[in-house]
């Protein structure tokens, strides 16, 4: 499993547990819009952002979190890009 892979699954993982308890994880695409499709209001992406930040040792800015942490495959190049 590459780098990218487990960061994605982690991400998902995350995700599923957090904020869609017993949602089948086949339903959480990683282009899915996160905030559009009502998974991640504004509270639980900021909690979002303090595990990636926390799990990742990084920083993440205020325009990072607003645009990039909307959908799976953003998030992880995000991480991928500040590793």
Known sequence: ??????IRDRIRTYLLQEFLP???????????PLTRSGI???????NLVKFVEETY????????????????EDIVALIEGKQ
Do not use: C, H, T, Y
């Open 40 to 46: 991640l209001d504004s509270i639980s992406k900021l």
């Open 57 to 72: 040792e990084i920083s993440v800015e205020a325009n990072e979190a607003s645009f990039e942490f909307d959908r799976i």
């Open 1 to 6: 499993m590459s780098d990218r892979d487990e």
């Open 22 to 32: 017993g949602e089948d994880p086949a339903n959480l695409k990683d282009d899915m």
